[in-house]
């Protein structure tokens, strides 16, 4: 069955200037990759939606507040207390202002989320990509890390409400660790969040002691790597903990999400992934896919160099689906398991920390 790739034209208006590492020429460079590799492969179909996310839609997630204040910002109108809302990495570093068009890209984005939700849920493919999907940073009433309106928490939730479901698996695999969407599911157990990044940077928060409360105690598994980790370790990762977790909580839907940042050649962050390590996720989260009738809704957006990006992008797209295709990767710098013992330590910890909730993390 296919895989449904949601994509806008307005993404070209999610960008916040020259000068800034994300800038929205990354989508058309990913789709000409696309159309290159892929063609008319029919495994994929292409839809493209230019309709943006209601008010009530955002408010899933975010406050009215926060969405007025963007809103206006994004006309062109002064906002004496901006950075009340967002971060300075959130405007454009030449002119300082909240770029123009930007908002209504971030709903349009927002809103391709949820229809990649929906084509699963309603049977018109197993699996759904949304391009430009993944803004994980953004927090109720406030937006930084280059995200703006969270399509993470608001599609989760959105599928909550909608279809009722009550067991959503959220694989966080971008290299920063997912803060807002990690706030949203902390106490709740209708979420299971799982979070790989690098310790120590952007956003600083996803220790290994944070593992939910209340109702959602064990519900939230951060795990923060070692600068340098690699493919081995990813691949371990998901035998030791991500594979018998999921196979615990018997997910109703995958929702796994991040882009490039975690290639070397991507440069924002130092770990240490190849092209490899990313088919391995791709592949894995296939796997994971079969616990819920195959069913996975993707969503990619986070790499900073262009050529590299476009090539992880499609990586993640193709192995989740099955489909071969080749793509040359310069040799990298790093050996693929110089931090493996770390990483054994890490999953015995994260094992230790979770054995309370869950069977499968006392083997
Ligand atoms: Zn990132």
Redesign the pocket.
């Given at each position: 069955m296919k895989t449904i790739i949601v994509y806008s034209d307005e993404l070209r208006n999610y960008d916040f200037g020259p000068g800034h590492p994300f800038r929205s020429n990354r989508f058309a460079s990913f789709l000409e990759l696309y159309r290159e590799k892929i063609g008319d492969n029919k495994v994929f179909e292409l839809v493209k939606n230019n309709e943006p996310a209601r008010d009530e839609e955002l408010e899933l997630w975010h406050s009215k507040d926060y969405i007025q204040t963007i809103k206006t910002a994004s006309a062109g109108i002064t906002i004496p207390n901006l950075y009340r809302f967002i971060s300075q990495d959130n405007v454009n570093p030449i002119t300082g202002e909240f770029p123009e068009g930007i908002e209504k890209a971030t709903r349009i984005i927002v809103k391709n989320s949820m229809l990649a939700l929906d084509f699963v849920q309603k049977g018109k493919s197993e699996k759904a990509v949304n391009i430009g999907g993944g803004l994980h940073h953004a927090k109720p009433d406030y937006g930084e890390g280059f995200c703006i309106y969270n399509d993470v928490v608001i599609t989760a939730r959105y599928a909550m409400k909608k279809y009722n479901l009550e067991r959503i698996l959220i694989l966080d695999t971008?290299?920063?660790a997912g803060n807002g969407t990690c706030e949203a599911f902390y106490s709740d157990p209708n979420v299971l969040f799982i979070d790989l990044h690098q310790r120590g940077i952007y956003p600083g928060t996803g220790f290994i002691n944070e593992i939910g409360e209340g109702k959602g105690k064990g519900f939230t598994v951060n795990l923060p790597l070692s600068a340098r980790t690699s493919n081995e370790s990813y691949e371990l990762i998901f035998d030791e903990i991500i594979l018998p977790l999921a196979e615990e909580y018997k997910p109703e839907i995958v929702i796994r999400y991040?882009g490039s940042?975690p290639h070397p050649d991507d440069e924002?962050t130092e770990l240490g992934l190849s092209l490899e390590g990313f088919k391995m996720i791709g592949e894995k989260v296939r796997e994971i896919s079969k616990l819920c009738q195959n069913k996975s809704v993707d969503l990619i957006c986070?790499g900073y160099k262009q050529d590299i990006l476009s090539k992880v992008w499609l990586s993640l797209i193709t192995s989740l689906s099955g489909v071969e295709v080749k793509l040359e990767e310069p040799p990298l710098k790093v050996k693929s398991d110089e931090m493996l013992t770390e990483t054994k330590n890490l999953i015995k910890k994260v094992k230790e920390n979770l054995q309370p909730y869950w069977k499968s993390m006392k083997k």
């Open positions: 971008d290299a920063h991040g940042d924002i986070s």
